[in-house]
């Protein structure tokens, strides 16, 4: 076995020992009665709110009240959202106009929480699914931990161009520390007191960052908070771009953009190592079966054997992280996907802007 393919396997290994830090968020009993505050910011969500209001009407720990922050929406989410609501106890709030220096969410969230009541607050984007017991475990673990607790969806598929997004699903995840106080902030689905959250300076300390999530978290650290994340394979999921193909790329490419400067390089380091295996994999075998150039052992066998364990690895890590089905046995279509968004981020870098949900957005922070 040549000094190459050990390289390749203990990259291999590598995926392994990252993979051991994907916590679950864990399911507790909420202590006393606290009111909860249920804040869901909606900007052209009018085919995603009636699911979440029907899931919230359904939670085991009911909350005192469901907030909808119509971010200035186009589609009727307003309307949708009072028609949807049931028994809840829902309110649909709209901000002012977006004043310069804002983004969108930030804006609707903030005032969200100045028209809420409850003692805890829970953020929830619209396209999310939670499980009835999800209130419940987000509440507990806040009264547990303190600070901010959020929790990154099991990221649900239907369509083939879905399972595209396997590598940013699984990288954005492997390259930053979870569980208890790590300092990381997932958006989608947090959890915080009113007090910790105007200890941390709440949204109007974010106001202008498009990966809000990141920088709160970073607000609540500075003001001596914990900040703790885990996944939610089991009590909430999302289907994340069901606009279609464009949507997917547009949006991962802000996401790729903005947060390029919060990841965790100790953690980034690691996953590169475990990438670069991933992607020779992808190249060596198809190399070997048609004779393009390549390094190390041209033999179609050991190349084939290097593929398989890592498509094996891919479909064991990615079943509590989303449901990508095959798409790990075809790993190299996923690898190609995401070197080129990659390089498109890193063009509106330069560029300085993306075109989101209708406004434009910096990748400048």
């Not at 869901?40 to 209001?53: D, F, K, Q």
């Not at 005032?111 to 619209?126: E, I, N």
């Not at 509440?139 to 595209?164: D, I």
């Not at 475990?274 to 190390?296: D, E, I």
Request: hydrophobic content about 45%; charged content about 10%; aromatic content about 10%.
């Amino acid at each position: 076995m040549g000094w190459l393919t050990v390289s390749v396997l203990v990259r291999w290994l590598l995926g392994w020992v990252l993979s051991w830090h994907l916590p679950l968020l864990p399911r507790g009993s909420v202590q006393g009665q606290p009111s909860i505050s249920v804040l869901i910011p909606a900007r052209n969500e009018a085919g995603t709110l009636p699911n979440l209001l029907a899931r919230l009407g359904q939670q085991h720990q009911q909350p005192l009240e469901v907030i909808v922050i119509d971010d200035h929406s186009s589609d009727g989410t307003a309307a949708i959202a009072q028609a949807a609501a049931g028994p809840l106890p829902l309110r649909v709030i709209a901000p002012p106009p977006l004043p310069p220096g804002w983004c969108g969410k930030t804006w609707a969230l903030h005032h969200g929480v100045q028209a809420s009541l409850g003692d805890v607050l829970v953020f929830l984007d619209a396209d999310t699914e939670p499980q009835p017991d999800l209130l419940g475990s987000l509440v507990a673990l806040q009264q547990q931990l303190g600070g901010l607790v959020s929790v990154q969806p099991f990221h649900r598929t239907e369509q083939p161009y879905e399972q595209l997004s396997l590598l940013f699903n699984l990288v954005g995840l492997l390259a930053v520390p979870l569980g208890p106080g790590c300092g990381v902030a997932f958006g989608p689905a947090m959890t915080t007191s009113r007090h910790d959250y105007g200890r941390s300076g709440g949204h109007r300390a974010v106001a202008d960052k498009v990966v809000e999530d990141w920088f709160l978290g970073h607000c609540y650290e500075q003001a001596g908070l914990p900040v703790s994340a885990y996944i939610g394979c089991g009590q909430i999921s999302y289907r994340m771009y069901p606009g279609g193909l464009r949507d997917m790329v547009v949006g991962f490419d802000k996401n790729f953009a903005t947060a390029a400067g919060e990841v965790h390089w100790p953690w980034m380091v690691a996953v590169v190592l475990w990438l670069s295996g991933l992607f020779w994999a992808a190249w060596c075998l198809p190399a070997s079966l048609l004779g393009w150039p390549m390094l190390g052992d041209p033999s179609p066998l050991s190349n084939g054997m290097i593929y398989a364990a890592f498509a094996l690895q891919l479909a064991w890590i990615t079943r509590r992280v989303g449901s990508f089905r095959w798409i790990p046995l075809i790993f190299p279509v996923p690898v190609m996907f995401f070197l080129g968004v990659f390089l498109l981020a890193i063009i509106n870098l330069e560029r300085g802007q993306v075109q989101w949900k209708g406004r434009r957005v910096s990748t400048r922070e």
